[in-house]
C-alpha cells in the first residue's frame, strides 16, 4: 500500500514554506496541497486499518477533491469499500476507482514485518484484555503483562490462585483478534494470605461502584469479546443488579454472556429472563 511521497513530502514542509512565500500566488496553491495532503493520508490510513483492504496494494492521489484509486483487490466488495471510505472523507466530492478486481491476487509481503493496521490491531488486543482483567471481580492478586503479537498472546506476572491465572486465559482467549493465548502467569501462593485480609475492603469498595459504570464496562467487556453479539444486547443496571434483554443466536451465546456480565466488578446478580437464545 503506497501514499504519493511528493504529498507526503508536501505534509510535512508546507508548514515552513509559509513562512518564506507570500503573494496570491501562495494564497491560492498552498491551501490546496495541504488539503489534498489531508485527504490523500486519511483515506490510505483508513485503508491500513481496515482488515478488508491492508492486504491489498492500493495507492491513492488527491486533487481539488477528486481521489483516483488504483491497485489490486480480489473481490468486488473490496473495490466498492475503497470507494464508499474516499468519499466519506471530508471534501472529497469525486471518487473515480481505477482499483482492479483479481480473484486469484495474494499480495506478497516484505520479509516478516508486520502492516500498520496489525499493528495496531496488537496494540488493541493488549489494550482490551487488560481491561477486561481490570475490570473484573475474580482477579484480585493478579499482576500480569500482556503482549500481542499478530493476535498471539502471551500473559506474564503472577497470580494468588489458579483460578485466578485460568481466568486470564479465558478472558484473553474470547477477546477479538486472539487467535492462541501463551499464559505463563505464575501462581504465588505466598500472596494468599494477604489478599484474604483485603478481600473484605475490596468488598466494600465494590460496593460503591456507581450502575453507570457497571453497565458501561459490561457493554465494554461485550465489545471486546468474540461470539457474543454486543450490539443485539442491551444493558441497564440498578443497585448492581444487570438486566440484559435481547435476542443472541445460540443458547451457548446466551450463557457466555450471563458469564462476562457476572465477572464484572460491582455486580451482583445478572437477570436476562429477557435476553433470548434462538
Do not use: C
Not at 508548514?15 to 488539503?35: D, M, W
Not at 516478516?112 to 482477579?139: C, F, M, P, Q
Amino acid at each position: 500500500m503506497h501514499l504519493n511521497a511528493h504529498k507526503l513530502l508536501i505534509a510535512s514542509s508546507l508548514a515552513a514554506a509559509l513562512t518564506v512565500f507570500s503573494g496570491p500566488l501562495a494564497a491560492a496553491s498552498i491551501p490546496q496541497e495541504i488539503s489534498d495532503a489531508k485527504q490523500e493520508t486519511q483515506i490510505w490510513t483508513t485503508y491500513a486499518l481496515s482488515p478488508y483492504l491492508r492486504a491489498s496494494d492500493l495507492k491513492v492521489s488527491v486533487q481539488n477533491g477528486k481521489a483516483v484509486l488504483s491497485g489490486k483487490v480480489d473481490e468486488e466488495v473490496n473495490k466498492d469499500l475503497a470507494k464508499q471510505i474516499a468519499l466519506g472523507v471530508g471534501g472529497i466530492k469525486e471518487v473515480d476507482n481505477q482499483i482492479v478486481v483479481q480473484a486469484d491476487y495474494a499480495p506478497v509481503k516484505e520479509g516478516a514485518s508486520r502492516s500498520y493496521g496489525e499493528a495496531i490491531d496488537d496494540v488493541n488486543i493488549s489494550a482490551a484484555i487488560k481491561s477486561k482483567l481490570l475490570w473484573s471481580k475474580n482477579t484480585d492478586g493478579l499482576s500480569t503483562t500482556v503482549e500481542s503479537h499478530a493476535g498471539k498472546v502471551r500473559l506474564a506476572g503472577t497470580a494468588n490462585t489458579v483460578k485466578s491465572k485460568i481466568l486470564a486465559s479465558n478472558l484473553a482467549m474470547n477477546t477479538r483478534g486472539v487467535v492462541s493465548v501463551d499464559n505463563q502467569i505464575v501462581v504465588d501462593g505466598a500472596k494468599t494470605q494477604v489478599i484474604n485480609s483485603v478481600k473484605s475492603t475490596a468488598s466494600d469498595a465494590d460496593q460503591s461502584i456507581s450502575d453507570s459504570w457497571v453497565t458501561t464496562k459490561v457493554i465494554s467487556t461485550f465489545l471486546y469479546s468474540r461470539n457474543v453479539p454486543s450490539t443485539d444486547i442491551s444493558v441497564s443496571t440498578q443497585h448492581g443488579v444487570v438486566t440484559l434483554s435481547g435476542k443472541v443466536a445460540s443458547g451457548a451465546e446466551r450463557s457466555l454472556a450471563i458469564e462476562l456480565a457476572k465477572n464484572v466488578r460491582g455486580v451482583k446478580r445478572v437477570e436476562a429472563k429477557g435476553l433470548i437464545g434462538l
